[in-house]
Structures are given as structure tokens and as C-alpha cells.
């Protein structure tokens, strides 16, 4: 069983519109979160990482992170066709901080224009 | 900027022969070097973590007898597909990380084995 999932599968939005995904871990030894953006033909690249409880934001991401309830969000305003992707929430357990990830089931993105 | 190249982008080979794959570091120091396979639904398996100075970690249900890796030197890395079969086609991916300077992972594009 995938220690971390993901929800939505997919998920479609307009052009201009926000996107919400959802990463919830079951290992409570994860303490380190990063969200990673795929395009098709490429490898993953880190959005951005959270590691304490609360809100980060960059620009027009936002991510959230629950440490009690071991959940993780990403939330993309102003959505932009070129945010269509498939999008991993990676974690990483204490102590071990960037070396070894666990990825997500993935959740594709794709606005429409 | 830090980037991870990977050779060859893509490759196919019959079943039962191997394949050796590269990853290159340039612009950081690679100290950590994780290798995973990414399946044809997208899901990640962890294959290796080799970092600098210390022993090669294979996770469950990957060998060394399988997937060799070498790590040589700070910049590159390199993993041998032996004895491929039909199970070992995905993409393999190259996370590459510079402890010094970096909390993240920089990912190459991968390596897309496909076996006949």
C-alpha cells in the first residue's frame, strides 16, 4: 500500500481558475514535504518543499501542511495552461531530509485554456 | 543552476540482455545520488541511494546483483539494468543532491527502457 497518497487522480480547471491537491501520508515518521511538478517527456522538478505546520507561499502557490493529521495541499491560483502536468507530493522522514523520497500516487493537472 | 543530465534518453533492449544508463551533475555537487524507476502509471519506486563516503542502500525487492551502481566522484553516477526482463521497462530516473547547498532533489529527464 502507497505510504503516501494523493487525491484528486485528476483534476481539470479553467485558465485564470485555482487548483487544489491533496497529499495525505500514513508514516508518521514523514516530517519533511515537497511538492514536484512534471511535465510529459521530463523529469520532476521541486515546486517547493514544507516543513513546518502551516501556510508557504510562492508566488502563486501556496502550500499547507498539517503535521497532526499528516496531510499536505497544494494550491495553484491563477492557473496557467502551462501548470498541465502531473503533479507528486514527495516526503521524507526525519534525519534523512532530502536524501531518499517517498513519492505520491500523482495528481494530473490540466487547465484549460 | 544545478541541472542533472541523464544518457541515453532512450534505450530498448531484447529481454535478458542488460543496459547501462548515466547520470551527470553539473553546476552543484551530487554527494547523495538516489535512483528510482518510474512505472508506465506513474508510480515511483526507490531503487538505490548512494551517497559519497558511504555504502550503496538498495531497497527491498532491488539488488546490487540486479542494478550495480556506481558513484565515482561528485558529478556522476551510473546504474546497469542486468539481465532486463519485461517487469524492468519504466522510466529511470537520476535525483541527484548537494547537502551542503540544497534541501531538494534536482531530477535528470530520465532514462526510458523499454524491453522487447
Known amino acids: 500500500q502507497q505510504k503516501v497518497q494523493q487525491s484528486p487522480e485528476s483534476l481539470s480547471v479553467p485558465e485564470g481558475g485555482m487548483a487544489s491537491l491533496n497529499c495525505t501520508s500514513s508514516?508518521?515518521?514523514?516530517?519533511y514535504f515537497w511538492w514536484y511538478r512534471q511535465h510529459s517527456g521530463e523529469g520532476p522538478k521541486a515546486l517547493m518543499?514544507?516543513?513546518?505546520?502551516g501556510d508557504k507561499k510562492e508566488g502563486r502557490f501556496t502550500a499547507h501542511l498539517n503535521k497532526a493529521s499528516l496531510h499536505v495541499s497544494l494550491h495553484i491560483r491563477d492557473s496557467q495552461p502551462s501548470d498541465s502536468a502531473l503533479y507528486f507530493c514527495?516526503?521524507?522522514?526525519?534525519?534523512?531530509?532530502?536524501?531518499?523520497?517517498?513519492f505520491g500516487t500523482g495528481t494530473s493537472l490540466l487547465v484549460d485554456p | 543552476g544545478a541541472l542533472v543530465y541523464q544518457y541515453p534518453r532512450r534505450t530498448i533492449c531484447k529481454s535478458g540482455t542488460s543496459m547501462r544508463m548515466e547520470c551527470q551533475a553539473v553546476g552543484f555537487q551530487a554527494t547523495s545520488v538516489a535512483w528510482y524507476r518510474q512505472s508506465p502509471q506513474k508510480t515511483f519506486e526507490l531503487i538505490a541511494l548512494?551517497?559519497?563516503?558511504?555504502?550503496?542502500?538498495?531497497e527491498q525487492n532491488f539488488t546490487q546483483e540486479k542494478f550495480p551502481i556506481s558513484h565515482p566522484n561528485l558529478s556522476f553516477s551510473s546504474m546497469t539494468v542486468l539481465n532486463a526482463y519485461l517487469e524492468d521497462r519504466g522510466l529511470y530516473l537520476c535525483?541527484?543532491?548537494?547537502?551542503?547547498?540544497?534541501?531538494?532533489?534536482?531530477f535528470g529527464p530520465g532514462t526510458r527502457l523499454t524491453v522487447l
Open positions: 518543499s514544507i516543513f513546518s505546520d
Open positions: 508514516d508518521r515518521n514523514f516530517q
Open positions: 514527495a516526503a521524507s522522514e526525519r534525519g534523512n531530509m532530502g536524501y531518499k523520497l517517498t
Open positions: 535525483g541527484a543532491r548537494d547537502w551542503q547547498n540544497y534541501a531538494e532533489q534536482f
Open positions: 548512494s551517497t559519497v563516503n558511504s555504502a550503496i542502500k538498495y
